[in-house]
């Protein structure tokens, strides 16, 4: 026999979902070699300075040196990307000119992108001489 509670759907249940989305990252032309995870940890204390509510998880999926994949949660992806847009400074101190292409919904198409011929990032990001002088 049925209890008398109706019976409910996945998507009744109180705790929001995680929706992954993709960020589609590149470096400034120019930009020495990085680590993965030197990377993923700049982005992440940047987007989590964004906000005191909790860390937001970010991973770097794929990474060919310039231009990289991102995953962070849906309510994340807007943040992430006013906030990446510019110079990161990686955990090493070095600084890296950043930019934001687009988020895709599925890695696969995220990883479409990868594949095409890049794109370079605005000027606007790119290190200043001075920088570059410097070895950043």
């Given at each position: 026999m049925r209890s008398g509670s109706p019976k409910?759907?996945?998507?009744?249940?109180?705790?929001?979902?995680r929706r992954p989305r993709y960020l589609a990252v590149?470096?400034?032309?120019?930009?020495?070699?990085?680590?993965?995870?030197?990377?993923e940890a700049a982005l992440a204390q940047r987007l989590a300075s964004a906000t005191p509510e909790g860390?937001?998880?970010?991973?770097v999926l794929r990474f060919d040196g310039q231009r990289s994949l991102v995953e962070v949660d849906?309510?994340?992806?807007?943040p992430a990307r006013e906030r990446w847009n510019g110079t990161l400074t990686?955990?090493?101190?070095?600084?890296?000119?950043?930019?934001?292409?687009?988020?895709?919904?599925?890695?696969r198409k995220g990883k479409r992108w990868l594949r095409a011929s890049p794109v370079r990032v605005p000027e606007s990001v790119?290190?200043?001489?001075?920088?570059r002088a410097r070895g950043h």
């Open positions: 409910r759907s996945s998507t009744s249940s109180a705790k929001p979902s590149e470096l400034a032309p120019g930009t020495h070699a990085i680590a993965p995870r030197s990377l860390r937001p998880r970010v991973r849906h309510l994340w992806v807007g990686l955990p090493d101190g070095r600084s890296v000119g950043v930019a934001t292409r687009r988020a895709y919904g599925t890695m790119e290190l200043s001489s001075s920088q």
